[in-house]
Structures are given as structure tokens and as C-alpha cells.
């Protein structure tokens, strides 16, 4: 294995890690989003607790001072007992609590008689003479500490949780009921007031907010995730590009190197074979012209003289494949070697009924190549389409001006070319005719390289009887300039 080849499979690990980076960031940061999320709301809960605790400790400092000294006092004094079952005391104390709680955010009063264990005075009547329940808060109360605690429907506990929007939250603050002994100035409980504030608005606000920041958290880090995995699924394809583009340039490097040693191998025996063909050829063609040759010699001598000139042409090829010709750069003009060429072929073409279309009239394509060697290769791409129509058929021929280079597409519509074949086509020796040296292609693409351009080959097979479409398509790109 390369070092290139390593390198992008280390690059590739390093990248599927970044992936999975991405996947698990993207999990803890959505896990971590939510107690995040419930720290910060609880945050604020407290503070809204704190908050309403102070009111509610205010009000009843307010509330303990009015009721002391505006009904406590004055109903001791006339009356010497507080009878609050009585009418005219509990309008009395009744007046005293809505006076002083008028315009305050308080839903309910209640104010309990800590010897008899019930509620003595409450703002909603139905709860007079109820026994206390002694929770927690009302035993702080009576020892005369002041307690809250948050309400809600169906649950009294204080919710470390991502709670459902709705519902009714209150909060009850227990304050003890003090009196004062007017001879020494020492203060006792008469019993404990009970507030109960409503505030649900406030808390469901809290609770939107809660889930507000949770659904922002998971929001940045989708997005986050997001951008993360389109930069590395953009990674993942530019390695998957380079790696196929290494694998390419190995092939065609050991594609050359093969090719250069197959050349070597060529040209030594190509030069070996030229020299005693020659000789064979000239013996029969002296051989055929004696005058005492019969006539089965000279036939002879003709099938032997054949044979050589095409086993030179393959030598030929095999010299020029081997060792190519630097092309003879000059000025010309592809619309007269792409005429010359099918002018030469008419006779063909007009044999195997095809017809020919081209844009070439009236146009003129300055370029600066070897003519002879562009012949060559239109010649050879032309007979390889003529070769592959069969029983008639139309062949098109387009240049297109382009700002640096001419497209040249030359298109048949014959058998084509079939799929497994279509990657070897520009090997050496390879060839689906039963005639030829299958060097055709390669020398094109040779020659076309020297020039600094490139062909490229599309083709399919279709079943002509059933109306499928066939035939090949080269694509030529040459320079217009050296």
C-alpha cells in the first residue's frame, strides 16, 4: 500500500471519529440541555418563592398589628373574652382582615386558635370551626417561626421537575399570631394566621420559561449538529474524491509503466522483424517478375507480397505506438482535415449507405497541430464507426468553438460498444474485429495527448428490433492555441 493510500485512510479514520464526535456531543448536550434547563427555572422559582414569602410576612406583620390592636385589645377590655362565634365580633374582626388586606394579591385568611385546634376567623366562612391539620409549617408557626410552602393540584410538594403547563399553583405562608403583655412587654402566640396567595400567572411564566430555554438549548445544539455533520459528510466526499483521484492516477501510472515496457519490448522487435520482411518482400516481387515465372509462381508471389505490406502496416503501428512522433506543430484548420478525411471515405461510405452530418459549412477552425497526425486519427475514428454500422445508417460530425479548445463530437449509430468492453478499449491489442492490431485507440489517444488534449468514448448496445437506440459517441477536446 501507498503512502498516499495511508495517509487518506488514516484522514478517513480521523473523519469517522469527527462523526461520531458529532453524534455523541449531539446526545449529551441534548442531556445535558434539560437539568440545565430545570437549574435555571428552579433559580427563578426561588426567587418568586423568596419574593412572595416577604409579602406574605409583611402583610401579616401588617395583619398581626391591626387585628392586635384593633379587635384583640378593644374585645378584651369590654368584653374581657373573644368569642368569635358570636355575630358582631366576627363582622368586627372580619372588617378589620378585608380592611387590611384590601388591594393585596391574598385569596384566603385563616386564622387558627392554637388551645382548641380550629380555625377560629377565616375569610371563607365554610371553614370556621375546622380542625387544624398540623403539618410542618403550622407547628413552626406556633413556636413562632414564620413558614411557606408551594401548592399545587393534586401534589404539595415543592417539584424539582420539567412540570406541565396549566394548573394552579398557590403558595401558604404560616405567621404567628403574637400578643404582647402590657405590664411586662413580652410577646406570646395567640394562634397563627394562615395567607394563601394565588400565583399561578407568575409560575406558569416560569414554567414557559423552563421550557423555553430547553427547547433554545436543543435548538443551538441541533443546529451546532447540524453544521457539524454537513462539514464532515463535505470532508468525508472531498477524501472519497482525492482517494478515487489517487486510485486513478495509480492506474494510469502502472498502466504507463507497463505500456513503457511493452514499447521497449515492441520496438526491438519490431526493428528485427522490418529488415528480413523487406528482404521476403523485395524475393517475391523479383520472384513474380522473371520472365520464366509460371503462372502459379506469380500468384504466389502476389498473395506473399500482400501479406508482407500488411504485416509492415502492423510493424508500423507497433513502431509508432512504441516510440511516437513528436507532432510537427503549425498552423491548420480542422474543417479541412475533417473534409479531407471524409472525402477519402466517401467511396465507403456510400458502399455501407451512410449518411453524414456535420455543422462544418461555411466555418473555419484555426488550430495550431500536426495536420498529418489529426488525420490519423479521424481517419481511424471514421473507419471504426463505418465498421460498426451495419445495413446503413447516419454518422454526425460537430465542432463547437469554445473560448480556449474545440469539442469535436463524432457520432455513429451503430452497433456500439458493450459494457465490459468499454475499459479496455484503449488498451493495446485489444480489439473485438477480427482483423487489426487493436493499437487503433491507443495511438488516437496518444497523439491527441501530445497535443494536449483528451478523447473521451460514450457508447450503448440496444436491440435494433425491438427500436432500442445503439452507437458511440467520441468526444474529442483539443487545444486551440500550443
Same mark, same amino acid.
Given at each position: 500500500?501507498?503512502?498516499?493510500?495511508?495517509?487518506?485512510?488514516?484522514?478517513?479514520?480521523?473523519?469517522?471519529?469527527?462523526?461520531?464526535?458529532?453524534?455523541?456531543?449531539?446526545?449529551?448536550?441534548?442531556?445535558?440541555s434539560?437539568?440545565?434547563?430545570? *437549574?435555571?427555572?428552579?433559580?427563578?422559582?426561588?426567587?418568586?418563592?423568596? !419574593?412572595?414569602?416577604?409579602?406574605?410576612k409583611?402583610?401579616?406583620?401588617?395583619?398581626?398589628?391591626?387585628?392586635?390592636?384593633?379587635?384583640?385589645?378593644? *374585645?378584651?377590655?369590654?368584653?374581657?373574652?373573644?368569642?368569635?362565634?358570636?355575630?358582631?365580633?366576627?363582622?368586627?374582626?372580619?372588617?378589620?382582615?378585608?380592611?387590611?388586606?384590601?388591594?393585596?394579591?391574598?385569596?384566603?385568611?385563616?386564622?387558627?386558635?392554637?388551645?382548641?385546634?380550629?380555625?377560629?376567623?377565616?375569610?371563607?366562612?365554610?371553614?370556621?370551626?375546622?380542625?387544624?391539620?398540623?403539618?410542618?409549617?403550622?407547628?413552626?408557626? *406556633?413556636?413562632?417561626?414564620?413558614?411557606?410552602?408551594?401548592?399545587?393540584?393534586?401534589?404539595?410538594?415543592?417539584?424539582?421537575?420539567?412540570?406541565?403547563?396549566?394548573?394552579?399553583?398557590?403558595?401558604?405562608?404560616?405567621?404567628?399570631?403574637?400578643?404582647?403583655?402590657?405590664?411586662t412587654?413580652?410577646?406570646?402566640?395567640?394562634? @397563627?394566621?394562615?395567607?394563601?396567595?394565588?400565583?399561578?400567572?407568575?409560575?406558569?411564566?416560569? @414554567?414557559?420559561?423552563?421550557?423555553?430555554i430547553?427547547?433554545?438549548?436543543s435548538?443551538?445544539?441541533?443546529?451546532?449538529?447540524?453544521?457539524?455533520?454537513?462539514?464532515?459528510?463535505?470532508?468525508?466526499?472531498?477524501?472519497?474524491?482525492?482517494?478515487?483521484?489517487?486510485?486513478?492516477?495509480? !492506474?494510469?501510472l502502472?498502466?504507463?509503466?507497463?505500456?513503457?515496457?511493452?514499447?521497449?519490448?515492441?520496438?526491438?522487435?519490431?526493428?528485427?522483424?522490418?529488415?528480413?520482411?523487406?528482404?521476403?518482400?523485395?524475393?517475391?516481387?523479383?520472384m513474380?517478375?522473371?520472365?520464366?515465372?509460371?503462372?502459379?509462381?506469380?500468384?504466389?508471389?502476389?498473395?506473399?507480397?500482400e501479406?508482407?505490406?500488411?504485416?509492415?502496416?502492423?510493424?508500423?503501428?507497433?513502431l509508432?505506438?512504441?516510440?511516437?512522433?513528436?507532432?510537427?506543430?503549425?498552423?491548420?484548420?480542422?474543417?479541412?482535415?475533417?473534409?479531407?478525411?471524409?472525402?477519402?471515405?466517401?467511396?465507403?461510405?456510400?458502399?455501407?449507405?451512410?449518411?453524414?452530418?456535420?455543422?462544418?459549412?461555411?466555418?473555419?477552425?484555426?488550430?495550431?497541430?500536426?495536420?498529418?497526425?489529426?488525420?490519423?486519427?479521424?481517419?481511424?475514428?471514421?473507419?471504426?464507426?463505418?465498421?460498426?454500422?451495419?445495413?446503413?445508417?447516419?454518422?454526425?460530425?460537430?465542432?463547437?468553438?469554445?473560448?480556449?479548445?474545440?469539442?469535436?463530437?463524432?457520432?455513429?449509430?451503430?452497433?456500439?460498444?458493450?459494457?465490459?468492453?468499454?475499459?479496455?478499449?484503449?488498451?493495446?491489442?485489444?480489439?473485438?474485429?477480427?482483423?487489426? !492490431?487493436g493499437?487503433?485507440?491507443?495511438?488516437?489517444?496518444?497523439?491527441?495527448?501530445?497535443?494536449?488534449?483528451?478523447?473521451?468514448?460514450? !457508447?450503448?448496445?440496444g436491440?435494433?428490433?425491438k427500436?432500442?437506440?445503439?452507437?458511440?459517441?467520441?468526444?474529442?477536446?483539443?487545444?486551440?492555441?500550443?
Open positions: 500500500m501507498s503512502e498516499d493510500q495511508k495517509n487518506t485512510r488514516a484522514k478517513g479514520r480521523q473523519f469517522r471519529l469527527v462523526k461520531f464526535f458529532a453524534y455523541a456531543s449531539f446526545i449529551v448536550l441534548i442531556i445535558f434539560f437539568p440545565f434547563s430545570v *437549574v435555571i427555572s428552579q433559580q427563578a422559582k426561588d426567587i418568586l418563592m423568596k !419574593s412572595y414569602e416577604n409579602y406574605a409583611l402583610l401579616g406583620e401588617n395583619l398581626n398589628y391591626q387585628v392586635f390592636q384593633n379587635f384583640v385589645i378593644p *374585645v378584651t377590655t369590654g368584653s374581657g373574652k373573644i368569642r368569635l362565634r358570636e355575630k358582631q365580633q366576627y363582622d368586627w374582626m372580619d372588617e378589620i382582615v378585608k380592611t387590611t388586606i384590601h388591594g393585596f394579591n391574598i385569596e384566603l385568611v385563616n386564622i387558627y386558635d392554637i388551645g382548641k385546634g380550629v380555625i377560629a376567623y377565616s375569610t371563607d366562612a365554610r371553614l370556621l370551626g375546622k380542625e387544624v391539620k398540623e403539618s410542618l409549617e403550622y407547628k413552626k408557626a *406556633v413556636k413562632g417561626e414564620v413558614s411557606s410552602r408551594l401548592l399545587s393540584e393534586g401534589d404539595d410538594s415543592w417539584g424539582f421537575k420539567i412540570e406541565s403547563i396549566g394548573g394552579k399553583k398557590k403558595f401558604r405562608t404560616y405567621i404567628p399570631f403574637r400578643g404582647i403583655t402590657p405590664f412587654g413580652e410577646g406570646y402566640v395567640l394562634g @397563627v394566621f394562615e395567607l394563601i396567595q394565588d400565583l399561578s400567572k407568575e409560575y406558569q411564566s416560569i @414554567v414557559k420559561f423552563q421550557y423555553l430547553f427547547g433554545l438549548s435548538l443551538i445544539m441541533g443546529l451546532i449538529f447540524i453544521a457539524l455533520i454537513l462539514i464532515v459528510r463535505k470532508a468525508e466526499r472531498i477524501i472519497e474524491e482525492r482517494a478515487e483521484e489517487q486510485r486513478e492516477l495509480q !492506474s494510469q502502472d498502466q504507463a509503466e507497463r505500456l513503457a515496457a511493452l514499447g521497449q519490448m515492441l520496438a526491438g522487435v519490431s526493428h528485427e522483424i522490418r529488415n528480413p520482411l523487406g528482404i521476403i518482400r523485395s524475393t517475391a516481387e523479383l513474380g517478375s522473371m520472365p520464366d515465372s509460371k503462372e502459379g509462381q506469380k500468384k504466389l508471389s502476389g498473395v506473399i507480397v501479406e508482407s505490406s500488411r504485416l509492415n502496416n502492423i510493424v508500423t503501428e507497433f509508432d505506438f512504441a516510440h511516437p512522433m513528436k507532432p510537427n506543430i503549425k498552423d491548420c484548420y480542422l474543417e479541412e482535415i475533417i473534409r479531407k478525411n471524409l472525402h477519402f471515405l466517401d467511396p465507403e461510405l456510400s458502399k455501407n449507405n451512410i449518411q453524414v452530418n456535420d455543422n462544418l459549412n461555411g466555418r473555419s477552425f484555426k488550430i495550431k497541430a500536426d495536420p498529418q497526425q489529426l488525420y490519423r486519427v479521424f481517419l481511424n475514428i471514421f473507419m471504426n464507426s463505418i465498421q460498426s454500422i451495419n445495413g446503413g445508417g447516419v454518422m454526425s460530425v460537430n465542432v463547437e468553438e469554445k473560448r480556449d479548445h474545440y469539442l469535436i463530437n463524432i457520432e455513429d449509430t451503430g452497433s456500439g460498444i458493450a459494457e465490459e468492453n468499454m475499459k479496455k478499449i484503449f488498451n493495446p491489442f485489444f480489439s473485438t474485429k477480427d482483423k487489426g !492490431s493499437l487503433g485507440l491507443s495511438i488516437v489517444r496518444n497523439i491527441i495527448e501530445a497535443h494536449q488534449g483528451s478523447i473521451r468514448i460514450e !457508447s450503448k448496445t436491440d435494433l428490433s427500436g432500442e437506440a445503439s452507437g458511440t459517441k467520441n468526444i474529442i477536446r483539443l487545444p486551440r492555441k500550443k
